[in-house]
C-alpha cells in the first residue's frame, strides 16, 4: 500500500471523495487513497498523542494547546467533547492566554490515560517549564479529568539517572528541540508488564540510534506527593538513524513511528518485539505525504488508525496551525492493516 498527499478542507483534482452516502455523519472532505479511507477530524490541526477509550472513541492531544478533544474514529468530523486542562497543569503564570504545555505522546494504563509534554525547550531554545508536565487523566463519561497532580521533575530524574549518563542529556537539554542533538521526546506507550511506560526520544539520537527508556513508577508520579521517577535500563534501537514520533504497544508488539530529529525526511512505521528483537520495517506502509505522530490502536480492531500532525499542512493557502478560525482546523486519519508477523 503506498500513500500520497491527499487534500484538506477542500476537494481538487487528485483527491476523490469517500464514504459520502456509505457512513452517515462521516465527513465529506474524506479521501480514498490507494483503497484506503482518509478521515478528516476537526477543530484541530497537531494531533500528537491518543488514548483509545472504548466505543471507537479516543482522545487526542494537540502540541498547540492544552485541549484534549474525544473523536469517533470511524465518522472522524468534530469532536464529541473537549476539555481545556490548562487551569490544571500548573502551567506558569501568563498575562494572556496560558502556555501551550507541548503534548507531544499519551497512553493509556489501566483506567488512566497518560500524558507526556516534549520536556524541550522552546523552538527558539529558551528554556519553557511549561513544557515540563507528566500527567494523568479518567475518562468520565468520554470527559477526560485530571487525576491527582502534573509531575514536574521528569527531565531532572533523567539528568540524574547514572545509567542515562552516557548519552549527553544534560547537553541536548540546553538546545533547541530541533536543532542537532536538542532534546525532544515524542513517544510513550504502556508496557506489557501493565504497571510501566516506556518513553521514546525524537531527540537525541545517540550513536544513530533511538533512545528508549523504561518509566517504572508512572502512577505513584501523579498520586503520591513526594515521588520521584524510577527509571529502567536503557534500549537503543536502529531505525536507520531516525528518532521516534509515536509508540503503541498492539497484540505483543511495539509499534513504531520514526522520523528525522527535525522534521526531514518520511516517517517510517516499525514493529519491535521487545528484548533483544531488532526493530523490523513494515514496508507495506508508506507513509509519504502523512505526518503520523500518533495511533488509535484498540486491541479488538483488526486494523490501526494512523494520525498525522497536519499543523504545517496548508488549508486554503495557510498553514493549519495559524488558522485563526477553529473550525476550519483539521488533521487526517488512515486506517491500515498490519500483518500478523513480525
Known sequence: MRLLPVCMGVLVCGCAAHGVGERPGAVAAAASVAGREVLVFEGMCDASGAVA????????????????????????????????????????????????????????????????????????????????????????????????????????????????????????????????????????TAMPDGRSILVGFRSPVPDGKALLVPLLNPVSLVEEEGARAQLGEPVQLDLGGLGIRSLSWWRGRYLIISGGTAGEGTSRLFTWRGGEDAPVAVESVDLAGLNPEAFFTPEDAEEILLLSDDGTAPVDGVECKRLKDASRKRFRGVWVRLSESP
Open 53 to 188: 477509550l472504548g466505543g471507537g472513541l479516543f482522545v487526542v492531544g494537540n502540541d498547540e494547546d492544552n485541549i484534549l478533544r474525544v473523536y469517533d474514529a470511524r465518522r472522524g468530523g468534530a469532536p464529541v467533547q473537549s476539555v481545556d486542562l490548562s487551569p490544571h497543569l500548573e502551567l506558569p503564570a501568563a498575562k494572556k492566554k496560558a502556555p501551550e504545555a507541548d503534548i507531544e505522546a499519551a497512553t493509556g494504563l489501566g483506567s488512566l490515560s497518560f500524558w507526556l509534554t516534549s520536556h524541550g525547550r522552546s523552538s527558539s531554545g529558551k528554556k519553557a517549564p511549561s513544557r515540563l508536565r507528566f500527567f494523568a487523566t479518567e475518562e468520565t463519561d468520554a470527559v477526560p479529568r485530571l487525576v491527582g497532580r502534573p509531575y514536574t521533575q521528569l527531565l531532572d530524574d533523567m539528568l540524574a539517572a547514572p545509567q542515562l549518563a552516557r548519552f549527553g542529556l544534560d547537553g541536548a537539554e540546553t538546545k533547541a528541540p530541533k536543532a542537532p542533538g536538542g532534546l525532544n521526546i515524542e513517544g510513550m
